[in-house]
């Protein structure tokens, strides 16, 4: 069975900075794409970071370029999300998908929710004001 198990979310203050985990059973990261999604009450699902074993390559949404960084233990078989200079806007729940590092990536992009087969319960990140 797999299972995606997303942790570290909570409260924190606009400019802080929170780190997400995304431990992974029954799938190996080393071979899966890893992605981080959030779901926020204005824009919906909407893809943030990306871990990509099929380009080998971390990808990031325009709006979080430069202040969130993904990473992974393979070791640990974990991916993580540092976010940093987080912002009101971030606010949302926070979850982690794989998909097999073999396939290529859709035509819809490494962003695209509909490719992945595995999917996390979520975080939740809250950013005050």
């Known amino acids: 069975e797999v299972q995606l198990v997303e942790s570290g979310g909570g409260l924190v203050q606009a400019g802080g900075s929170l780190k997400l985990s995304c431990s992974a059973s029954g799938v190996f990261v080393d071979t899966h794409t890893v992605t981080w999604f959030r779901q926020t009450p204005g824009k919906g699902r909407e893809g943030v970071s990306s871990n990509s074993r099929s380009d080998g390559m971390q990808h990031y949404s325009a709006s979080v370029r430069g202040r969130f960084t993904v990473s992974s233990d393979y070791a640990k078989n974990t991916v993580f999300l540092q976010m940093t200079s987080l912002k009101p806007e971030d606010t949302g729940v926070y979850y982690c998908?794989?998909?097999?590092?073999?396939?290529?990536?859709?035509?819809?992009?490494?962003?695209?929710?509909?490719?992945?087969?595995?999917w996390g319960q979520g975080t939740q990140v809250t950013v005050s004001s």
């Open positions: 998908a794989a998909r097999p590092g073999y396939r290529p990536v859709a035509s819809g992009g490494v962003f695209a929710a509909s490719d992945y087969d595995y």
